[in-house]
């Protein structure tokens, strides 16, 4: 099913989910179709499968690396984890940050304060997971995650209920982030400060991770492709089973990443490891896959590539637009429509995205840290 290092159906997976993150990111919010924009406040479209599904192949790309660094000593693994844990942190940070400045209505640059960058992130969560999920893998194997992982959970919810309530302006992940961080470095939405990757709800993503973990490990562990694929399907099920009936009293909520919305992507999660397994290695169509192996080999680089693309098509202007809008109003909307020049315009973006993704892996350049 896969060898001691690689397995196919993980590498399409995330692929998959670069993929789709960078059609996400690029989609034109009130224009673009609704399963391409995240949920209001409660509640779950494919967009909000797609962060979760990406911290999910983080942990199942952490238990085929885990046990390389193992030998080499407890100082090196620990230097190692912390160099991952610091570098992709820092590199969010400067991807939120950029391009480091601003420029006001007569076309004056000013530098953006550090007073006013904003500290959480998505790159920032994936560090903070990684190192986190990594260290517990490390002194206490796969018993620690799965204890930890459901500890996190309970611990969560427990915390949400008893320091606020589930609305966007009383929930304890927004009390908290105020107190330490202030206003200033959090996420801004329709003039309403909120971060969706806040401290607090680090805790139920890092279950994500771990889960990601103990299902690579059942990957590698030696069995047939039948009863593999059968058991992710069925612990994928259940796993949305428990979930939608836990919404009953904790909704499912991406941005306060609620744990019955942890527990529930993971489960969409296994299930489509399971139907890629069932696809790529029982069935054998692979003619699909080297498009998403190639995303997923550079999947950092590739990622940081698109945000920064992103942010300076936001700042290039063309006549009284950003290039972005120019691009979208002129030559794709006209003709397609708004929604679909909406959906073209992201995918656009993505197959640009593609394009360095290919030319990086035809010369066999591999960007990691």
């Known amino acids: 099913m896969a060898s001691e290092n690689r397995s196919l159906p993980v590498d399409v997976l995330r692929g998959l989910t670069l993929a789709l993150m960078i059609v996400v990111n690029n989609s034109i919010e009130k224009v673009s179709y609704g399963p391409l924009l995240h949920a209001p406040w409660n509640g779950l479209t494919p967009t909000d499968v797609v962060f979760p599904t990406f911290l999910f192949v983080v942990g199942v790309a952490l238990s085929y690396s885990i046990g390389k660094y193992e030998s080499l000593g407890e100082a090196a693994v620990l230097g190692k984890i912390a160099r991952r844990t610091v570098l992709i942190f820092l590199c969010g940070y400067l991807v939120d940050w950029f391009p480091f400045f601003a420029t006001d209505a007569a ?68 009390k908290l982030d105020l107190r330490l961080l202030g206003p200033d470095h959090l996420y801004r939405e329709d003039g309403f400060t909120f971060d969706p990757e806040g401290i607090l709800s680090t805790l139920p993503a890092l279950f994500n991770v771990l889960a990601g973990y103990l299902t690579g490990q059942f990957l590698r562990a030696p069995r047939g492709l039948d009863p593999a694929t059968a058991r992710l399907l069925v612990a994928g099920a259940v796993a949305i089973a428990v979930a939608l009936a836990w919404n009953t009293v904790l909704p499912i909520n991406k941005r306060l990443w609620t744990s019955s919305y942890a527990l529930c992507t993971t489960g969409i999660d296994l299930v489509a490891l399971g139907a890629l397994t069932w696809v790529i ?46 691009l979208y109003e002129t030559a794709l909307r006209p003709w397609a429509g708004a929604q679909n020049g909406a959906l073209l315009y992201a995918l656009a973006v993505m197959l640009g995205c593609g394009c360095v993704a290919w030319a990086l892996d035809r010369r066999h350049i591999y960007i990691r840290l």
Do not use: K, M
């Not at 500890?151 to 427990?158: C, E, F, M, S």
């Open 281 to 326: 290695e029982q069935r054998g169509v692979r003619a699909w896959t080297p498009f998403f192996e190639i995303f997923g080999r550079n999947t950092l680089f590739i990622y940081l590539l698109s945000e920064v693309g992103e942010t300076i098509l936001g700042q290039v202007r063309i006549g009284n637009r950003d290039s972005a809008s120019w």
């Open 107 to 174: 076309g004056h640059f000013a530098w953006t304060p550090l007073s006013h960058t904003r500290i959480p992130g998505v790159l920032q969560r994936i560090a903070l997971c990684y190192g986190i999920a990594a260290l517990v893998v490390h002194y206490g194997g796969r018993r620690a995650a799965l204890f930890v992982g459901i500890g996190a959970l309970l611990a969560y919810w427990w915390v949400l209920w008893s320091f606020g309530d589930y609305t966007r302006a009383g929930n304890a992940v927004l």
